[in-house]
T-cell receptor
Framework: GAGVSQSPSNKVTEKGKDVELRCDPI?????LYWYRQSLGQGLEFLIY????????KSGLPSDRFSAERTGGSVSTLTIQRTQQEDSAVYLC???????????FGSGTRLTVV | GQQLNQSPQSMFIQEGEDVSMNCTSS?????WLWYKQDPGEGPVLLIA???AGELTSNGRLTAQFGITRKDSFLNISASIPSDVGIYFC?????????????WGLGTSLAVNP
């Protein structure tokens, strides 16, 4: 597609369950980023992919969070044993390698109840 | 870690007024980016600045890359209701796989018609 696609757009899950969030970047974009945005807050960096490898995963908040990218395209962010503090909007962005500026998806709003 | 101070945190103005917001840091950046986020959407790139002292316009928007490389401002002239949203600045360090964006916490803009 023309833009960054994220699914689902909304997810409500029970505390303790695992969730998977998906990001389809713009075709040809080698760099992919995951961010978390809590209500009324700025963007919190989680992880960066260049191709299928993750040179920077320093922002993952705990070992409950993991991400992978396959085929240099789709990425999945997995949160295990979700907690209420995980509730936030999870944003994915992609860019050309060395490109300036990212294109963001519309995000997945995760609510843990 | 690196921090960006973005101000003001929020603004409430009358339609037709000009708006100014800025970001400062103790760190030097090689690129400054300004994004706008509408409710329920991901941030969208407005202006990218690549050189110290650079002044760039995009319609009613004007942004400058500070000469010290530690600050940037964004001006919006003759505001209209659709300018409502959250504006984020981001400063970039590094290059290639070491490229990293540091984000401000955002300026929330409300426009009274």
């Amino acid at each position: 597609g023309a833009g960054v696609s994220q699914s689902p757009s909304n997810k409500v899950t029970e505390k303790g369950k695992d969730v998977e969030l998906r990001c389809d970047p713009i075709s040809g974009h080698t760099a992919l980023y995951w961010y978390r945005q809590s209500l009324g807050q700025g963007l919190e960096f989680l992880i960066y992919f260049q191709g299928n490898s993750a040179p920077d995963k320093s922002g993952l908040p705990s070992d409950r969070f993991s991400a992978e990218r396959t085929g240099g395209s789709v990425s999945t962010l997995t949160i295990q044993r979700t907690q209420q503090e995980d509730s936030a909007v999870y944003l994915c962005a992609s860019s050309m390698s060395g490109g300036q500026g990212y294109t963001f998806g519309s995000g997945t709003r995760l609510t843990v109840v | 870690g690196q921090q960006l101070n973005q101000s003001p945190q929020s603004m409430f103005i009358q339609e037709g007024e000009d708006v100014s917001m800025n970001c400062t840091s103790s760190s030097i950046f090689n690129t400054w980016l300004w994004y706008k986020q509408d409710p329920g959407e991901g941030p969208v790139l407005l202006i990218a600045l690549y050189k110290a002292g650079e002044l760039t316009s995009n319609g009613r928007l004007t942004a400058q890359f500070g000469i010290t490389r530690k600050d940037s401002f964004l001006n919006i002239s003759a505001s209209i209701p659709s300018d409502v949203g959250i504006y984020f600045c981001a400063g970039q360090t590094g290059a290639g796989n070491n490229r990293k964006l540091i984000w401000g916490l955002g300026t929330s803009l409300a426009v009274n018609p």
